[in-house]
């Protein structure tokens, strides 16, 4: 048993530095969650130097830290400071500045508003795709995480933003995103680092905040001179923090959107870059997902009146989520001394949710380990603690954009299923690489075959 035993009796294991570390810097991602399901979901304290996060993936010590107390752990501390630096304070923070945000963005992220937005996602993720006709018809493979992020990026681009930006400037603004959210490594791993001593990454992640910052700024400003009658989010947000001076807190917009942007883009892409190598392994999910997509689409032009028709996907969909959940760590830091299953916690002690972690607990999924989009089966209709799948987190912090996930994933999905005969071209075991999601540090290769009648 790799743990220290003396603090059983608690509940508490306890991982050493010369047991934590090499695992840690070998794959991050995956052993950690390993040392959450090597102890059945106890709590884990990890002694690295001087630094001793708690490990936390019980569903039950999860609805604790997320809802029933969670004014008790707060998006503080170590963690948060890497992300901060570019996302600053907003709906990803704390105090007046989430609630002020959530306030304003949730009525805009509703799932009868998403449902309105529709139309025009299925129109612009329709034209993305056909843009890949290029490589179909030369036989050269695409980059399939690059793909899936340029397509999600001009969705979510046309939701924030309307018709402002156009295409050049929306396709700077994604790798920037990209930068920002790989080249924090580091600084996760290892949050005591000061930030006196540069470390890896750092000199990409501030270049890539003041690229982000020179790109939004100025469509932030025309929004402001054009007014605010349009219902995108950039006008929802001008229009509600105009000052007692009358001024419009620009800083505070730009907070909101870079928040809102990064969590809406980065996670739908990094979710759609695990499906291709998901489907690849698993050929039979992958016949039964085309097959409901002829069915359903037919030879027309992917709509949003389809998705709810794609039973199957949604059910493939969500077992993606459970086995790749984009956010692989939800970091908290505690506010007041407290206990968690038994465990005592002091005040200021960093506190890790993983879902990487409680998705894999045995105790909760029959077969953890295995893809099996039919546990989501509605005739099943299975029991399940309700903080045993958290891929959108949970609480008053949950993400605001799932609606839009389930929205944006089924017609980039249905679109490229019904244009293409796709093969993965490098088939490999993926690593997952910590950031502000996870991403597969290995490219995935994709081929795209053009289906009879579907010439350019």
């Not at 530095?17 to 884990?44: C, H, N, Q, S, W």
């Not at 907070?255 to 039979?284: F, K, N, Q, R």
């Not at 200021?348 to 999924?365: C, D, K, M, N």
Request: proline fraction near 7%; charge should be neutral.
């Amino acid at each position: 048993m790799p743990f220290d035993a003396d603090t059983a009796a608690s509940g508490l294991r306890v991982l050493p530095f010369y047991r934590a570390v090499p695992r840690l810097v070998k794959d991050p991602v995956t052993e950690l969650a390993k040392m959450g399901t090597e102890t059945g979901g106890r709590i884990v304290r990890l002694d690295i130097g001087p630094f001793r996060p708690y490990l936390v993936s019980h569903p039950d010590h999860v609805q604790q830290v997320l809802k029933t107390d969670w004014s008790n752990f707060v998006r503080e501390g170590m963690f948060w400071r890497p992300l901060q630096r570019v996302i600053g304070r907003s709906i990803l923070g704390e105090g007046e500045g989430w609630e002020s945000s959530r306030r304003i963005l949730q009525p805009l992220f509703t799932a009868r508003y998403t449902a309105s937005l529709g139309e025009d996602m299925a129109d612009i993720i329709a034209d993305c795709i056909l843009e890949l006709d290029a490589y179909a018809l030369s036989g050269r493979p695409v980059d399939g995480g690059h793909q899936m992020t340029r397509i999600v990026n001009q969705a979510v681009i046309k939701v924030l933003f309307g018709g402002r930006i156009s295409r050049d400037v929306a396709e700077r603004l994604a790798p920037e995103f990209a930068t920002c959210a790989t080249s924090i490594a580091f600084r996760l791993l290892f949050p005591f680092a000061p930030y006196s001593i540069k470390v890896p990454g750092d000199r990409a992640f501030l270049a890539a905040a003041k690229k982000i910052d020179e790109i939004v700024y100025p469509l932030i400003e025309q929004a402001r001179t054009e007014g605010t009658g349009s219902k995108e989010v950039v006008s929802a947000l001008i229009g509600a923090r105009i000052r007692q001076d009358g001024e419009v807190d620009l800083k505070q917009v730009r907070d909101d959107l870079v928040s809102i942007y990064g969590a809406a883009s980065e996670t739908t892409a990094m979710s759609l870059t695990w499906l291709w190598s998901v489907l690849h392994d698993h050929p039979d999910v992958y016949a039964r997902l085309q097959a409901e997509v002829d069915e359903v689409v037919g030879e027309g032009p992917v709509r949003s009146e389809h998705v709810p028709r794609l039973g199957y996907l949604r059910m493939v969909l969500q077992e993606l989520l459970r086995v790749y959940p984009s956010g692989w760590i939800i970091p908290r830091q505690t506010v007041a001394d407290t206990e968690i299953g038994g465990v005592p916690i002091k005040a200021g002690s960093q506190v890790l949710v993983s879902p990487y972690t409680t998705h894999r607990l045995a105790e909760f999924w029959e077969r953890p380990l295995v893809f099996d989009p039919e546990r989501w089966a509605p005739e099943r209709n299975e029991r399940r603690h309700r903080y045993a799948f958290i891929p959108f987190g949970a609480g008053p912090h949950s993400c605001l954009g799932q609606h839009l996930f389930y929205l944006k994933a089924p017609l980039v999905v249905a679109n490229l299923l019904s244009r293409y005969h796709l093969t993965l071209t490098n088939p490999q075991r993926l690593t997952p690489v910590p950031g502000a999601s996870a991403r597969p540090k290995e490219k995935l290769l994709l081929k795209l075959e053009l289906k009879s009648g579907r010439g350019a």
